[in-house]
């Protein structure tokens, strides 16, 4: 069968970077059965036959009106698509859309009328905030990793940055990768406009957000970064987690370490 990708190198490569970030969700057991989702803003690859493909599904609504995004293309995780099935076969388990003129609704385009993620709403309307905000980020990330979930259900640790400290102390470099801290949205139903608006929220400080008692929203220029500061956070949650089963506390890096090492790496916070 033919596909969109073929003859597009460039945007064959994005969408293979998709696949491979699946692949490493599946294999670290945060993706059970359809769990999470991934998007990318892939407009800056779509050429003239592109923009003149028909849709290949109905005018769909995405509940809400998101002006920046009038004309901008997107591939989208199928939903209720197994990221172990994206992860060798991402266009039969994930499509690429058009966002129509009006701003609220959209169209699939290729390769197959997959409808795309529950979550789109708050991958739409943050896409929509990164070109409002000039912003390079193109990619975003939802995924369900264990150990961080895990501390999601204990009250003290969902206080503000309460968690970023934490983590960040745990081991060097998930500050120096992962410098913006990890953001709390909360307990909403999965899918909800709530869940969007309250993401956006967040996303203004934070690049990775937790859900609370579900999962995590990492945004980035690309997918492999948007992975890559989820891993280095869900590291330092394994770290705590394995010095609690070994029976104690973790000291933790020191505040002198953790500010000698801001200034080293010209970290924000
Ligand atoms: P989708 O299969 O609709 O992408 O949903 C997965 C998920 O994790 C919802 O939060
Ligand atoms: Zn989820």
């Known amino acids: 069968m033919s596909s969109i990708l073929d003859e597009r190198p460039a945007l ?4 293979e970077d998709v696949a491979e970030v699946a692949g490493y969700l599946w294999q670290k057991g945060w993706a059970e059965r359809n769990g999470g989702n991934i998007t990318i803003n892939i407009t ?18 995405i509940g809400i009106t998101l002006p920046e995004l009038k004309g901008q293309y997107f ?6 698509k197994r990221m172990r099935d994206l992860a060798r076969h991402p266009m039969a388990n994930g499509s690429i859309i058009r966002i ?8 699939i385009i290729a390769d197959e009328a997959v409808q795309p993620t529950s979550e789109l709403p708050s991958h739409l309307l943050v896409h929509n905030w990164f070109i409002k905000k000039h912003l390079p980020y193109r990619a975003s990330l939802h995924t369900h990793p264990i150990e961080l979930v895990a501390m999601s259900h204990h ?16 081991i060097p470099e998930t500050k120096a990768f992962c410098p913006r801290g990890l953001g709390i949205v909360p307990y909403k139903l999965p899918s909800s406009n709530e869940l969007a608006q309250a ?10 957000v937790m859900w609370e008692k579900h999962g995590v929203f990492a945004v980035d220029t690309d997918i492999i970064s948007a992975f890559d500061q989820v891993d280095v956070l869900n590291k330092s949650a394994q770290i705590y987690v394995s010095a609690r089963n070994m029976g104690f506390e973790p000291d933790g890096m020191t505040d002198e370490q953790m500010k000698e090492m801001s200034v080293a790496f010209h970290l924000p916070k």
């Open 155 to 170: 009250k003290p640790f969902l206080g503000k940055d309460v968690l970023s400290r934490l983590l960040w102390s745990m």
């Open 75 to 80: 591939y989208c995780k199928g939903t209720g």
């Open 12 to 15: 064959r490569k994005k969408v």
């Open 199 to 208: 993401t956006l929220e967040q996303l203004a400080d934070y690049d990775v």
């Open 44 to 61: 800056s690859n779509v050429d003239a036959d592109m923009r003149q493909m028909p849709a290949i599904s109905p005018v769909m609504d």
């Open 100 to 107: 129509l003129d009006d701003c609220k609704s959209y169209v």
